[in-house]
């Protein structure tokens, strides 16, 4: 049969573009973002410390992390970790990374359901996004539906992880944005730029599952063509 072109890859083309323009554009407004400082002179330690006074959580520990974009919150230990940079600096950046990540501890604090739903789903994720590629092409190789089927389901498992994060961080920026307002951390003028920071972050999430999407797309097609051959 010789060489040809898989059209599907189109599919994976498309994905690498969208992730690629979204992650751009992140960069580049955070760099943007990172050199301008807030009126108040908050780090993002501050910045943390002040949103869960607000939001009346005092159980919840602020700590730097090594590395940049290492930024996080650990329910299990109950601790809001901040990368060097965003934990001392007082970047309109820096203060919007700390109040999202303080937004996923208020998440946690009041069961917020979707973050629940979330973490029960990391170790199904886990399973999906490792045994998807080799039991599907498996199911190829070996001309067996069952496994080729078996694939797809799992990285459907995948998909459905990256498609509940989305609420999930969309809500944490969401809360940031209004304890950074009400709590007058960031001036009117400043929440403007937050804004931005935290949608062009939120935007890298929808490209990544709509990357996921496109390649649960081609396992179908792959799966279809070669059932009918
Ligand atoms: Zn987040």
Redesign the pocket.
């Known amino acids: 049969m010789g060489y040809y072109i898989d059209p599907t890859y189109l599919l994976l083309i498309i994905g690498m573009v969208l992730t690629l323009i979204a992650s751009a554009r992140m960069k580049s407004t955070f760099s943007r973002y990172k050199t301008v400082r807030s009126a108040s002179g908050l780090t993002g330690a501050e910045t943390a410390q002040r949103v869960l006074m607000t939001a009346g959580i005092s159980d919840v520990r602020i700590q730097p992390v090594g590395g940049s974009l290492t930024d996080?919150y650990d329910p299990r230990t109950k601790t809001v970790n901040l990368s060097t940079d965003v934990y001392s600096q007082t970047s309109i950046a820096a203060v919007c990374v700390a109040a999202?990540?303080c937004?996923?501890a208020i998440q946690h604090h009041i069961d917020y359901a979707p973050l629940n739903f979330r973490t029960a789903l990391v170790p199904v994720a886990n399973l999906g996004s490792s045994l998807a590629w080799p039991v599907f092409f498996a199911g190829l190789v070996f001309s067996l539906p069952i496994l080729t089927t078996a694939g797809i389901v799992l990285f459907a498992l995948a998909v459905l992880f990256q498609l509940v994060t989305l609420p999930?961080?969309f809500n944490?920026s969401s809360r940031a944005l209004r304890m950074l307002e009400s709590s007058g951390i960031l001036t009117m003028e400043e929440n403007a730029g937050a804004r931005k920071v935290l949608t062009a972050a939120a935007l890298t999430y929808v490209a990544a599952l709509a990357s996921s999407v496109l390649q649960l797309v081609r396992l179908m097609l792959l799966s279809n063509r070669r059932s009918r051959k």
């Open positions: 996080h999202h990540e937004g996923h999930v961080e944490a």
